[in-house]
């Protein structure tokens, strides 16, 4: 239910009349300016800032306004928002790709140079401070409705063990009955693998094996049209391509055909230096990926898991493992997750998948959560989950502090396009799991294993919903929509805050702006909440008009920080081993009660993997604390952190960067 006092437009001015006329109304049919002004002077209230916080827009310059499809905060604490193309076909074709950097210090911008389109890529915090990003758009889907060439994958062989063969975007392939089809991005095909054997017997003669390298190709058809589908398996000969070199290479194809044609990944990679501000190739991955989920193992590489391939189908299974020591990549554990798989690293280097993800796949495969062994690649189901098939963009976090190990599953929505909304919640604790090794357990806790429970609902059903941890060991959520990319005006205004410690939410400020598809948040290092993005299929209720990017960016200040003193973090070491302690200035009018290191966040499609806080063993000293890091790996992967300290009422600092090497 809305309330009648919109949260969406705000009026500074105020008068006596306004307040009066609006304390009579009762329901009305629109919403009026006395509601407008009454509601922006109620939200600037101190006592209504200290107990619910504020929203504030950002002022963006136009130039600066980019539709922010993944957003990362960096070691510099500068924020980085990453569009590509932005969801837009014609700046894809224009090749426009668009990348921006915000400093939340100054309200600065700067555009960075962004080399292809990293457009529903995925991203991971690397230890040395830099940002992986692996993946991307390298063709936009075009509806059933919208095809108008036959089209389909072509497996190009090259027999030839010379050398490997490049060809152009646009090669033509000509099937036997003359048809034409082009390939819609360039290939290159690796040249053929010869090897020779000695033979057996009297005459030991010399085998000569050669194995075909091969590549696959997407192609389409030249001319439009029903008739330029192709139903049975045939071989393609290459244009351009005449004696030896036609019979060496050429392309096999099962059938060409009307179909929807889904979105394409690439295999690039790069690393975002954020010193320099620049990207920096790195060796491409093994499989091109679209909606894939870059996760942090605990010796500090990078999984990238799922997404669709080169010719738009979903990968089944076929994982790969980043070393950013060397910079390359190598086979990872084989098992299949729809895309965007929410996977948290956990005590003890099992990877908890919760079942949140961003909707490719089929609806009956790869759904349910479990807890992952990457090393012997067993998976064990954790039940328990009301509406499981309401997963698809949910969003899940790691509750803090991470030592709990507990996972939170929020809202979520039906497979595709389905109106279905869940408000449900569910927490997992993952210490049942540990408890499962007879050396750690004894008595009532031997045979138990992770199992959901109930967790407070949502005010609403809710997909797309941001949550994000915050210094004081809370979670802050907001926004989403109760249906498919906000159709029907669906999205929620609404923020709450939900506490790890009594299980329950309680209310925040309501957001301006409208977030559902493509939007995502973050924690900022002064202890604010930043939004970014919305991708609505309509601009009205009526779903009569497409929508648009949103690009305005707004900014929640929490209650603590319209508190009359916070703590101040002073110097201290910038680096700090696990296992070992560090002493830090501190200014501070009441005791440090709490440190906590936070990693910050790299976030896209409602699916943050990197967002961890971790409790330090404090030790208060006069005018500095004492902390202890904890010395696993898997609880505190390499990286760089903020590092807060907060006082008896919950009351932050603002962050200091750390790094644990």
């Known amino acids: 239910m809305r309330h009648l006092i919109s949260p969406r437009v705000r009026t500074a001015a105020v008068t006596t009349t306004a307040m009066v006329v609006l304390a009579g109304l009762n329901a009305p049919a629109a919403i009026s300016y006395a509601e407008r002004t009454y509601h922006a002077y109620k939200i600037d209230q101190p006592g209504y800032t200290a107990r619910l916080g504020h929203w504030d827009l950002l002022s963006v310059p136009e130039k600066y306004r980019v539709s922010a499809i993944h957003a990362a905060l960096l070691r510099t604490g500068k924020v980085l928002l990453i569009a590509g193309s932005g969801n837009d076909e014609k700046g894809f074709a224009a090749g426009t790709f668009k990348t921006l950097l915000w400093d939340p210090a100054n309200d600065t911008f700067k555009t960075v140079p962004t080399p292809e389109d990293l457009f529903c890529s995925g991203h991971a915090q690397l230890p040395g401070g830099r940002l992986l990003v692996a993946g991307g758009t390298a063709r936009y889907e075009i509806m059933a409705d919208q095809v108008e060439r036959a089209a389909g994958p072509m497996?190009?062989?090259?027999?030839?063990?010379?050398?490997?063969?490049?060809?152009?975007?646009?090669?033509?392939?000509?099937?036997?009955?003359?048809?034409?089809?082009?390939?819609v991005r360039s290939f290159t095909v690796p040249a053929a693998t010869k090897t020779k054997t000695k033979g057996k017997g009297k005459h030991k003669r010399v085998k000569v094996k050669i194995v075909a390298g091969e590549v696959r190709a997407f192609v389409e058809a030249v001319k439009k049209g029903r008739d330029q589908t192709r139903s049975r398996p045939a071989q393609y000969r290459i244009d351009g391509l005449h004696g030896p070199d036609g019979q060496n290479v050429y392309g096999l194809a099962q059938a060409m055909t009307m179909d929807q044609q889904d979105y394409q990944g690439t295999n690039a990679a790069y690393e975002f230096d954020p010193r320099a501000e620049r990207y920096v190739?790195?060796?491409?991955?093994?499989?091109?990926?679209?909606?894939?989920?870059l996760v942090t193992l605990e010796d500090g590489r990078v999984l990238a898991v799922s997404g669709l391939d080169d010719i738009g189908q979903i990968i089944d299974g076929k994982n790969e493992i980043y070393d950013p020591k060397t910079k390359k990549w190598s086979k990872g554990p084989k098992r299949y997750f729809p895309t965007y798989p929410a996977l948290f690293l956990t005590q003890g280097g099992k990877l908890f998948y919760s079942g949140s993800n961003s909707g490719y796949g089929p609806a009956e495969r790869g759904r349910q959560p479990g807890l992952w062994n990457p090393r012997s690649n067993t998976f064990a189901p954790v039940p328990g989950l009301k509406d499981p098939d309401e997963l698809e963009t949910s969003a899940s976090v790691l509750l803090p502090p991470a030592q709990d190990q507990k996972v939170m599953v929020l809202g979520g929505g039906g497979v595709g396009e389905s109106k279905r909304s869940s408000p449900r919640t569910a927490v997992v604790d993952l210490k049942q799991d540990l408890k499962q090794d007879p050396g750690k357990a004894t008595g009532k806790d031997l045979g138990k294993a992770p199992r959901f429970t109930d967790g407070p609902d949502l005010p609403q059903g809710t997909r797309y919903l941001n949550s994000v941890i915050m210094p004081d060991d809370t979670v802050f959520t907001s926004g989403g929509s109760a249906d498919y990319?906000?159709?029907?005006?669906?999205?929620?205004?609404?923020?709450?805050?939900?506490?790890?410690?009594?299980?329950?939410?309680?209310?925040?400020?309501?957001?301006?702006?409208?977030?559902?598809?493509?939007?995502?948040?973050?924690?900022?290092?002064?202890?604010?909440?930043?939004?970014?993005?919305?991708?609505?299929?309509?601009?009205?209720g009526e779903n009569t008009q497409p929508g648009d990017f949103e690009q305005r960016i707004e900014i929640y200040t929490p209650p603590y920080l319209y508190r009359k003193s916070r703590p101040v973090l002073g110097s201290g070491p910038a680096e700090v081993n696990r296992g070992e302690r560090a002493t830090y200035a501190v200014r501070s009018r009441g005791k440090i009660a709490a440190a906590r290191l936070m990693r910050p966040s790299a976030v896209t499609h409602t699916t943050d993997v990197e967002q961890r806080s971790i409790d330090?063993?404090?030790?208060?000293?006069?005018?500095?604390?004492?902390?202890?890091?904890?010395?696993?790996?898997?609880?505190?992967?390499?990286?760089?952190?903020?590092?807060?300290?907060?006082?008896?009422n919950g009351t932050p600092s603002k962050a200091k960067w750390v790094h644990v090497p």
């Open 155 to 183: 497996l190009v062989k090259n027999e030839s063990p010379k050398s490997p063969r490049t060809f152009s975007r646009g090669t033509v392939f000509h099937s036997p009955d003359g048809r034409e089809y082009r390939s």
């Open 281 to 293: 190739p790195v060796d491409p991955m093994a499989e091109s990926r679209w909606y894939p989920t």
């Open 485 to 540: 990319r906000g159709r029907g005006g669906s999205d929620v205004h609404k923020a709450q805050v939900y506490s790890p410690r009594t299980n329950s939410f309680s209310p925040a400020a309501e957001p301006v702006v409208g977030r559902n598809y493509h939007s995502s948040a973050l924690l900022l290092p002064d202890g604010r909440v930043a939004t970014f993005g919305s991708d609505p299929l309509y601009a009205d």
């Open 616 to 648: 330090l063993h404090v030790e208060a000293r006069g005018r500095s604390v004492r902390v202890s890091v904890p010395k696993d790996p898997s609880l505190v992967p390499r990286g760089w952190y903020m590092l807060f300290v907060t006082d008896a």
